[in-house]
């Protein structure tokens, strides 16, 4: 938080979390309202119920941490879907101890090669995190023959996904920590003064000395982390592991990183915004499903939802020059 | 002249890359094809690229102003929903109504026939050309970056898809679905022109499949023009540089929209004949969404930039028919069905990664953070 000028204005980045905050207040008062008026009842404010979101939310907020870092440095990381599904696979192909240790591996040697593909080959991370997302879907579908892989998660993986520590899921503590080492990388690591640095211009970074190549690879490759752990806690949370387990994370966490207030170019946007924003969403998904609103309805409505926000406070600046 | 010929070269060197590359392996699949060189192997292609290509077209007209449509594919099902009524061809002509929220709203009955497919088939390029404008609206007014708008009208898009079909379902007329997928010979003999397909002069055309000769028309009679207008020019500039395209006095505003629009046209197209071909249409959220991701690999093997400025669209039709090409393959080399997956990505990884070559070139790292 920068400091506070005497009159009370709000910083750039700010503000998009302060209007966030305010949507998710309205959308829990809308919903319990209509609850209310159907049912009676009041579930959007109990405590388990919740709990219970932010257990499902966990696993978009793990992979959205990781493509706010990929954005922050104006690139983008497709290949999300098959990354975190290829960990799930793997991790419960390997079984035993070392289920999760192999799937967090492959996310990160997934994410170290589009790195490297963006870094040192110079091919747009839009172009080369789709390739990469086609050949790891190539190799698992290689690899479990197209069906559904029969192996199951292990104990676990199945306790940190669903089990529960003093009342609070588990996979909550992991998101936890997951931010934790975001926060600390984007606000008291020199890496972070990087990343902003490079995603404001990278040309610049290069000159003032920064290794624009390596804070790349970096970012990729937690990126690719943050895919495995969410492959790994959903496979726990699912009991196993399926195809196409990845597709409903990859434009949702890039809605949440946008909603929260980071510039989609790169180099602007706080990580608590990235927070509001996974919030957000998952608040919006289990209002319209206590609405019982069909798909059709939800699609429209989520659309909605990220153009008006943005609307409010993404936008860009008239090019004038 | 010989610098300009250099200079054309030059200019055009991916798409000419890409060319070459189509040309030598679709002459490889045609002789190692049992039915090589035949009417119903073209015929069979034509149909299985026709969508892609024009979905790729619709990708690169964002794409050359620096921009990327996430909606491509959404909007692509979308149209294929809406023709899945509007092209039923029913002789008593279709009801048109519209359910929402309990009420009942007729909205009059399309004349059965010619007249009916031929105004469903206007309302169904018009309704993509209209979402293409509200994307390019909400670029150009909202001041939104284009890949996250387009990512949020893509949902809407889908959503009115899933709306007008939750299941798959709806009828095409099938005279249509003939003349549509066929050759030129059977397009003619269904339709009653030249003599039912007969006449002396048609015989040597008539092996032509129609969905290339639509690719072609679409090519010269809207993108050709559209390239060489003031605006379509714009487009390009835009994409090397909006800031000197602004001071040089180019409308901006109007080239942004157009460009959108014209995206949503093609991709209307790309619609309107996967629903001709399948005979129904189906709000696949997983197929939208390989549309358009193929849409943008396609873009980028048929030469385009994405960084914007340079390329052009008939690039991108040479892109979706390489990227089609490797399917194509399978089916004849008898490769196992499960490894297709894998070299498909292998390849496309492979030529978005020639790209790269240029980095050995720069004589200055600088040169690279452009």
């Known amino acids: 938080m920068t400091a506070l000028p005497a009159r009370l204005t709000l910083s750039r980045d700010d503000r998009p979390i302060l209007i966030a905050a305010c949507f998710i207040v309205a959308i829990l008062i809308a ?235 790169g180099g602007r946007g706080r990580y608590l915004g990235t927070l509001i924003g996974v919030i957000l969403i998952v608040l919006l998904n289990s209002v319209l499903s206590i609405m019982e609103m069909p798909e059709a309805g939800r699609q429209v409505i989520y659309g909605g939802v990220i153009i008006l926000m943005l609307l409010v406070y993404g936008r860009g600046e008239r090019v004038t020059s | 002249m010989a610098d300009n010929l250099a200079i054309r070269l030059r200019q055009n060197f991916a798409f000419l890359t890409a060319l070459a590359l189509f040309g030598v392996i679709y002459a490889l699949y045609q002789v190692a094809h049992p039915k090589g060189f035949s009417s119903a192997v073209l015929v069979q292609n034509g149909n299985e690229v026709f969508t892609l290509a024009m979905v790729a077209m619709a990708q690169t007209v964002p794409v050359l102003m620096a921009g990327l449509d996430l909606s491509v594919g959404a909007l692509m099902t979308m149209v294929d929903c809406f023709a899945s009524y509007l092209l039923s061809g029913a002789a008593e002509g279709t009801p048109l109504a519209l359910d929402v929220a309990g009420l009942h709203l007729a909205l009059g009955t399309l004349p059965g026939g010619i007249a009916g497919i031929g105004l469903g088939t206007v309302i169904c390029l018009v309704i993509g050309a209209l979402a293409g404008l509200l994307n390019g609206a909400i670029v150009v007014y909202g001041r939104i970056q284009p890949i996250i708008a387009t990512l949020a009208t893509g949902a809407i898009y889908i959503g009115i898809a899933l709306f007008l079909r939750p299941q798959p379902g709806g009828k095409i007329d099938d005279d249509l679905n003939w003349a549509m997928t066929n050759s030129l010979g059977d397009f003619a003999s269904t339709v009653h022109i030249f003599n039912d397909g007969a006449a002396p002069w048609f015989a040597p055309f008539a092996w032509i499949p129609t969905p290339f000769v639509l690719l072609v028309l679409i090519a010269l009679l809207v993108w050709v023009p559209f390239r060489r207008s003031v605006t379509g020019r714009t487009v390009y500039a835009i994409g090397s540089a909006e800031g000197a395209a602004y001071m040089s006095g180019l409308d901006i505003n109007r080239a942004k929209i157009a460009a959108f629009t014209l995206g949503g046209f093609f991709a209307a197209c790309g619609g309107l004949f996967l629903a001709i071909q399948t005979s129904s249409g189906n709000a696949d959220i997983p197929q939208a969404g390989a549309y358009t991701l193929n849409s943008i690999a396609s873009v980028v093997i048929g030469g385009t930039s994405l960084l914007g400025g340079t390329g052009g669209a008939i690039g991108s039709i040479f892109g979706a028919l390489i990227l089609r090409m490797i399917s194509f393959f399978f089916r004849i080399f008898d490769i196992a069905p499960l490894l297709q997956p894998l070299f498909e990505g292998i390849i496309l990884l492979a030529a978005v990664s020639i790209g790269a070559l240029r980095v050995l070139r720069v004589r200055n790292t600088l040169e690279l953070f452009r």
């Open chain 1, 31 to 265: 919903g319990t309202a209509y609850t209310w008026q159907r049912f009676g009842s009041a579930p959007l404010l109990s405590p388990n119920y919740l709990l219970q979101q932010l257990q499902i939310g966990a696993f978009l907020g793990i992979v959205a941490a990781g493509m706010m870092l990929v954005i922050l440095i104006s690139q983008i990381d497709l290949s999300i879907p098959w990354t975190l599904t290829a960990a799930a696979m793997m991790a419960t192909a390997v079984g035993g101890a070392w289920a999760i240790p192999v799937g967090l591996a492959v996310g990160l040697a997934v994410g170290v090669i589009n790195g490297l593909g963006v870094a040192y080959l110079r091919v747009p991370s839009m172009i080369f995190t789709l390739g990469v997302n086609a050949v790891m879907r190539g190799l698992m579908v290689a690899h479990t023959g197209g069906y559904a892989p029969q192996t199951a998660a292990t104990g676990l993986m199945r306790n940190l996904a669903s089990g529960h520590s003093f009342g609070v899921p588990n996979a909550l503590f992991v998101w936890l920590a997951v931010s934790l080492v975001v926060v600390v990388i984007l606000q008291r690591m020199a890496l972070g003064r990087y990343i902003y640095a490079i995603g404001n211009k990278e040309a610049a970074a290069y000159l003032a000395g920064v290794d624009t190549r390596g804070v790349t690879v970096i970012c990729f490759a937690l990126c690719g982390l943050t895919a495995g752990i969410a492959g790994v806690l959903l496979a726990g949370y699912s009991q196993k592991a399926y195809q196409g387990m990845g597709d409903p994370y990859l434009l949702p966490s890039i809605a949440a990183v946008v909603i929260g207030g980071t510039h989609i170019l």
